[in-house]
Structures are given as structure tokens and as C-alpha cells.
């Protein structure tokens, strides 16, 4: 069985909040996956939403968010899009960039795309690439 993980998954079971069911299930499916009873997949949207719950709401810095989603976004046993390229963008995330401008980021630079922006940060970024950066 193949479930695709919303970001109020992820939130319960790093914050252990909602209701101790919430909690229990959360924790439930992620060792299932772990034991490959069911497949998990963390979209790309879920992951910027976590990182934006997790700093807006729960008032987490961006050295707790990138620590805690990295571990848990490189366990091989859960389906993560992109894997690489999301974790390549947390050193832009940690430069004090959006998570999408972050993405985007790690993707011109690891395809090596220019980026189509009106967003001066985003643009300086992007003209001091260095394409041997090895992914």
C-alpha cells in the first residue's frame, strides 16, 4: 500500500502534538514503511509546507528545521521527489533564502538552468554559481 505523507503527518510526529492517536498513527506509519509493510512518499509541496509550520508557528530556527527534515527526508525506505536537490537547497534555505527560492536555487544550479526572476537575491545567487559543484 502506497500513502502519500500531509504535512499534518510529519508535524505530529516531530512535535508529538494534536491527540495521542494523531501522534501514535503518525509514528505507526513511519515504522510500517521503515519495516516496508507500506510505501511512504513526502512530496516536495509537503516538505515546504513543514519547513514553513515549523518556522512560523512552532517559532523554530533554521539550523532545528534543516537538522530534523534532513534526517528524516534521507531515510532510503521513505519515496522523497528530487531528493537531491531538496537536500542541496538547505544551504540556500540556511542562507536565509525561501524554501521555494531554495529549491529553485538547487535546481538551476545542479541542471545548470538560469532562473527566470524579478527577485534581485535570487539573481545575484544565480550569477555566482559554481557549475563544478559536485551533487
Known sequence: MKKLVDT???IRLLQKDGTA?????????????EQKEISLKIPTIVVA???YVLE???LHDRPTIVATMSVLLSQSWIEVPGRTILQNSWRWYMQGFHFVDSMLLS????KNYDIATFDKKVATAVKGFELSKAY
Open 8 to 10: 499534518n503527518v510529519i
Open 21 to 33: 492517536e494523531q501522534f501514535a498513527q503518525a509514528k505507526k506509519w513511519f515504522l510500517q514503511a
Open 49 to 51: 509546507e513543514t519547513c
Open 56 to 58: 512560523s508557528f512552532y
Open 107 to 110: 535546481e538551476a544550479e545542479y
